[in-house]
């Protein structure tokens, strides 16, 4: 797999960062909707610790996108962003945190509860099956099973999906249990958010009202945090905007302006 995509044409004024950890790909559709008004730079992280990441993503900015560059960053990959726009301020022009999970421990506790909640019974007792898998791997294509949980957890995310295809190039189940290990680890000592006292950038947020990571935990501690910062909550809309029929458009339109 290569270290990264381009979209558009030099220079490359914007990098999409994909979340998981592992899911590479994902941020493809953005960044080909973004590439029609400039150019765009999808960083494909491979990774295994957080630390990994944060040095790869620097060097793929440095050598190939226009600096400072909008990093625009989905789930995990808004903290991976945020973490880099700490580490490298001068990279960094503006920082868009698209469906950040929340930045504090206390706002994380429902959110499995609250997908599976939104998944018939059958489809509920196989992502629990799972997630059990995942806590004591066992025989079998680890990729493939988080694949699976992938879908299963993109249905309960989703508001009003349109038919979508999975950009996702390989779904890395080892990194993902690798680099949220240490993701985790930075949330619950406080160290994630401490990160925002060192961005200079602004910073905009933008997150579905329905998705399950609560829209409090971005929007409060980051309002206490950091010096230039705005929120952008869209109606009818889960985890994922670019798929959303009733929140697609405000979500470009929010985007695009942002970016230029």
């Avoid at 793929?60 to 726009?85: D, M, R």
């Avoid at 206390?106 to 799972?130: N, V």
Wanted: aromatic share 10%; proline share 6%.
């Amino acid at each position: 797999m290569d270290e990264f995509r381009t979209y558009g044409t030099v220079p490359y004024l914007v990098a999409v960062v994909h979340g998981g950890p592992g899911a590479p790909g994902e941020m493809a559709p953005v960044a080909r909707e973004l590439a029609y008004t400039t150019g765009v730079i999808e960083p494909l992280q491979t990774g295994d610790t957080v630390e990994k990441q944060v040095e790869e993503l620097r060097a793929i900015l440095t050598e190939n996108a226009e600096l400072p560059v909008t990093l625009i960053g989905y789930s995990w990959g808004a903290w991976l962003s945020f973490i880099v726009a700490s580490r490298y301020p001068s990279m960094i022009g503006k920082l868009i945190l698209v469906s950040s999970g929340p930045f504090e421990e206390e706002y994380s506790r429902d959110i499995m509860k609250k997908r599976l909640s939104r998944l018939d019974e059958s489809e509920k007792q196989e992502a629990l099956s799972l997630i059990e898998s995942f806590n004591v791997p066992i025989r079998g294509n680890m990729d493939e099973k988080m694949a699976r949980f992938g879908q299963l957890i993109s249905k309960a995310d989703s508001y009003d999906p349109l038919p979508h295809d999975d950009e996702v190039l390989e779904m890395q189940y080892r990194i993902f249990q690798s680099v949220w290990k240490d993701a985790e680890q930075l949330r619950h000592s406080g160290e994630l958010l401490r990160f925002g006292t060192n961005i200079q950038c602004p910073v905009v947020a933008i997150h579905g009202a329905y998705d399950p990571h609560p829209a409090e935990g971005v929007e409060k501690p980051l309002s206490g945090i950091l010096k230039d910062f705005r929120f952008f909550l869209l109606q009818n809309c889960g985890h994922t905007p670019w798929i959303e029929r009733q929140a697609r458009d405000g979500f470009y339109e929010v985007l695009m302006r942002e970016c230029r």
